[in-house]
T-cell receptor, first 115, second 114 residues
Framework: AQSVTQLDSQVPVFEEAPVELRCNYS??????LFWYVQYPNQGLQLLLK??????LVKGINGFEAEFNKSQTSFHLRKPSVHISDTAEYFC?????????????FGKGTSLLVTP | DTAVSQTPKYLVTQMGNDKSIKCEQN?????MYWYKQDSKKFLKIMFS???????INETVPNRFSPKSPDKAHLNLHINSLELGDSAVYFC?????????????FGPGTRLTVL
């Protein structure tokens, strides 16, 4: 089974500072990676995904991620965060399961942006 | 325009009761899912249906029974509720059964078993 590991459970950062949320994946021939955000008491929203092609993926709300095959990483970055970016961030890999596909999530990283 | 909706949003009940959670998507997708998020925010797949057919059934107690009356609806019925069933349950949908497909999530149903 494919898996992802989110290396930081909590990341505190000041407003307007840059941030990087780390995600490593288990090595595989083909890997399809996603970053989702969960704002407090809400569902999950897709930030961006890597399927193939360019290793730099741009998403919504100014986020981007870089797929690095040699380091088996897919870190999420934002150059300048806002208070409103405070949320839980999940890295996930899509994997085959029974007769379908499901997302296998990391344990999440809680981003706390303070003034 | 709510893409994936769930009812109820909150559900508080006693141990031993039976309850249902409903999910509807208006995206025209063929595939729907149930995920469970525990108290540590860990998300895990429970079930998936494609066009009313069960295609994923993970190691879930058989007290949990999903039902898909049509491809726009996926319900989750839970019998004999236990304390450990307390969690947030998320419904999701995707256009088809594909490893690359994006899954769209509902707002979640927070189940509390007393």
């Amino acid at each position: 089974a494919q898996s992802v590991t989110q290396l930081d459970s909590q990341v505190p950062v000041f407003e307007e500072a840059p941030v990087e949320l780390r995600c490593n994946y288990s090595s595989s021939v083909s890997v399809y990676l996603f970053w989702y955000v969960q704002y407090p008491n809400q569902g999950l929203q897709l930030l961006l995904k890597y399927l193939s092609g360019s290793t730099l993926v741009k998403g919504i709300n100014g986020f981007e991620a870089e797929f690095n095959k040699s380091q088996t990483s897919f870190h999420l970055r934002k150059p300048s965060v806002h208070i409103s970016d405070t949320a839980e961030y999940f890295c996930a890999v899509s994997e085959a399961l029974n007769s379908g596909y499901a997302l296998n999530f990391g344990k999440g990283t809680s981003l706390l942006v303070t003034p | 325009d709510t893409a994936v909706s769930q009812t109820p949003k909150y559900l508080v009940t006693q141990m031993g009761n039976d309850k249902s959670i409903k999910c509807e998507q208006n995206l025209g997708h063929d595939t729907m899912y149930w995920y469970k998020q525990d108290s540590k925010k860990f998300l895990k797949i429970m079930f998936s249906y494609n066009n009313k057919e069960l295609i994923i059934n993970e190691t879930v107690p058989n007290r949990f029974s999903p039902k898909s009356p049509d491809k726009a609806h996926l319900n989750l019925h839970i019998n004999s509720l236990e304390l450990g069933d307390s969690a947030v349950y998320f419904c999701a949908s995707s256009q088809m059964v594909a490893v690359t497909d994006t899954q769209y999530f509902g707002p979640g149903t927070r189940l509390t078993v007393l």
